[in-house]
T-cell receptor, first 113, second 113 residues
Framework: NAGVTQTPKFQVLKTGQSMTLQCAQDMNHNSMYWYRQDPGMGLRLIYYSASEGTTDKGEVPNGYNVSRLNKREFSLRLESAAPSQTSVYFC????????????FGEGSRLTVL | AQSVTQLGSHVSVSEGALVLLRCNYSSSVPPYLFWYVQYPNQGLQLLLKYTTGATLVKGINGFEAEFKKSETSFHLTKPSAHMSDAAEYFCAVTPQGFQKLVFGTGTRLLVSP
């Protein structure tokens, strides 16, 4: 089925460890996004990529890096995880330029101890 | 800058009662407005959107919302709640021609028998 696939779905890390969240889409959309969701704070944009090879910071980029190596894949890396990065992370793609309609993956739940 | 305010982190209704979830926005340019729904342990799904044209927009599952420019509001309504409507609802805004959505903090709808 077409859509946005995130891996892993669950991860537990210790403080200081690194990891990469993977996101892949098969809808041929140009723009991809990483959001984090925290209770009472809604969704906050971490990074986004308007096209292959380009990335831009969102609202809360500190402590994260991203990579858009091709049109399908957009990864989010935590170089040195902190407890404040415990969250649910969502990858999304934009249906078409200038419409604002997003398709979301099912999320990756990360716990940093 | 764009922002969204959702009044009430939790709203409780009885099955069959009117559902009203409030959203007010701030935007320096004409906005696109969205309501997304999130069921437990899932990603967000588009419920409905306003871009241009008719200010009363209908979405899936019997929901509708009205764009009121004079009140900077985009409240979500449904005449009769079902148990299956229990979920978290997010209002979002983006300026026309722009790619980044700004989400509200969400309202959790609880439906009792």
């Amino acid at each position: 089925n077409a859509g946005v696939t995130q891996t892993p779905k669950f991860q537990v890390l210790k403080t200081g460890q690194s990891m990469t969240l993977q996101c892949a889409q098969d809808m041929n959309h140009n723009s991809m996004y990483w959001y984090r969701q925290d209770p009472g704070m809604g969704l906050r944009l971490i990074y986004y990529s308007a096209s292959e090879g380009t990335t831009d910071k969102g609202e809360v980029p500190n402590g994260y890096n991203v990579s858009r190596l091709n049109k399908r894949e957009f990864s989010l890396r935590l170089e040195s995880a902190a407890p404040s990065q415990t969250s649910v992370y969502f990858c999304a793609t934009l249906l078409a330029d200038n419409t604002g309609e997003l398709f979301f993956g099912e999320g990756s739940r990360l716990t940093v101890l | 800058a764009q922002s969204v305010t959702q009044l009430g982190s939790h709203v409780s209704v009885s099955e069959g009662a009117l559902v009203l979830l409030r959203c007010n926005y701030s935007s320096s340019v004409p906005p696109y407005l969205f309501w997304y729904v999130q069921y437990p342990n899932q990603g967000l799904q588009l419920l409905l959107k306003y871009t241009t044209g008719a200010t009363l927009v209908k979405g899936i599952n019997g929901f509708e919302a009205e764009f009121k420019k004079s009140e900077t509001s985009f409240h979500l309504t449904k005449p009769s709640a079902h148990m299956s409507d229990a979920a978290e609802y997010f209002c979002a805004v983006t300026p026309q021609g722009f790619q980044k959505l700004v989400f509200g903090t969400g309202t959790r709808l609880l439906v009792s028998p």
